[in-house]
């Protein structure tokens, strides 16, 4: 759809207006990212101070929905009012899966694909019974990133794909699969630092801090890295926040442009726990009390680094890690907020029953 980013902090009326014309360019044929772009030039960096909405005191309380007469106890535990993060064993890459708490889904990153047969994204979304993916996004042009999308794209119905618009020059792959999106018709928007993305209005708060939204193109592994999309889902005054590969000189210049309005709970580690990453300044700011790392089981990068894993340790978060415990579940409700490895043992067998 095309209501789906926001630029910054707006009043009402100017969110009103600027989605009334997104929603005009898009019905006119023009690409939704061409209406970004203009909104984008008009006020190419929105004020994110202010009244945040990130600010706990300005979180409306959300409440858990009651379950219905005939629901089960357990049943009342997987209403509406439950957010859950999935940090999936993709082998060495990424992958995140989040199942709102309005029935919306999104996918960040499908991790890498063999050369023949289904990616390991693939099982993950069988055995949850995915059936569609509302919101597709990929954090930047690297395969361990994106060539497991080309999948999902094959195989389920997709609402909308957010992207940067840094080409990979190195790589075939990515410009045929945002060909191939491009040709099956998905909206395609660029969100930029600053914007707000309406996946669950009213109730979860998605803010950007950093993107490659104007076209570019590099060949440098790093310089790609550092175009990652940052998003942070916040929900009942919990935060987790996605960081694709952002090396330590984008974090370094988020922690002095941001500093703690990039607190988060739950921090999905960046680029795989390399020692170029996760940099005392940048964990200072974050103060994750749980680190997400997706890697593969002795992979030749040698991810994650003890230097990375020092780093978080000394900020006293708790570290989770694919290559040794598989596909990771955060959730975020009413009955129970942080991991489930870390639930109450009979929260935890009920959320691994459904
Ligand atoms: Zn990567």
Do not use: L, M, R, V
């Given at each position: 759809m095309a209501d789906n980013i926001e630029r910054g902090n707006r009043s009402f009326l100017a969110i009103t207006i600027l989605t009334s014309l997104l929603f005009l360019q898009s019905a006119a044929g023009a690409f939704a990212a061409d209406a970004v772009e203009s909104l984008q030039n008009s006020d190419p960096f929105a004020s994110i101070?202010?009244?945040?909405?990130?600010?706990p005191d300005n979180i409306p309380a959300v409440p858990v929905p009651p379950a219905s007469p005939a629901a089960s106890a357990d049943d009342a535990q997987f209403s509406s009012g439950t957010l859950r993060a999935y940090f999936i064993d993709v082998g060495q890459g990424d992958s995140e899966y989040i199942e709102l708490p309005n029935g919306k889904n999104v996918l960040i990153d499908g991790g890498p694909a063999p050369?023949?047969?289904?990616?390991l994204v693939a099982q993950f979304l069988r055995q949850h019974n995915v059936t569609k993916i509302d919101y597709v996004l990929l954090t930047h042009p690297h395969s361990d990133h994106y060539a497991g999308l080309d999948y999902v794209f094959s195989h389920f119905p997709v609402g909308s794909f957010y992207d940067t618009q840094?080409?990979?020059?190195?790589?075939?792959g990515i410009k045929n699969l945002r060909a191939k999106i491009s040709g099956m018709g998905v909206s395609t928007f660029y969100p930029a630092e600053g914007d707000t993305l309406?996946?669950?209005?009213?109730e979860v708060q998605v803010k950007v801090f950093n993107s490659c939204s104007a076209p570019s193109a590099s060949g440098s592994g790093g310089a790609l890295n550092n175009c990652s999309i940052v998003l942070r889902v916040s929900y009942q005054n919990t935060s987790i926040l996605y960081t694709g590969d952002m090396q330590s000189g984008v974090e370094a210049q988020l922690a002095q442009k941001y500093g703690s309005q990039l607190q988060a709970d739950v921090l999905k580690v960046g680029h795989h726990g390399s020692s170029d990453s996760s940099s005392a300044v940048f964990l200072n700011a974050v103060k994750p009390k749980a680190a997400y790392i997706e890697a593969g089981l002795?992979?030749?990068?040698?991810?994650?680094t003890q230097a990375a894993l020092s780093r978080l340790q000394a900020e006293g978060a708790a570290i989770y890690r694919t290559d040794q415990s598989g596909t990771q579940e955060y959730i975020i409700s009413g009955a129970y907020t942080g991991p489930l490895s870390a639930a109450p043992a009979d929260i935890a067998y009920s959320w691994s029953q459904y």
């Open positions: 101070t202010g009244a945040s909405p990130e600010t050369a023949s047969g289904d990616p840094a080409d990979n020059n190195g790589s075939t309406n996946w669950a209005s009213g002795n992979n030749s990068y040698g991810h994650p």
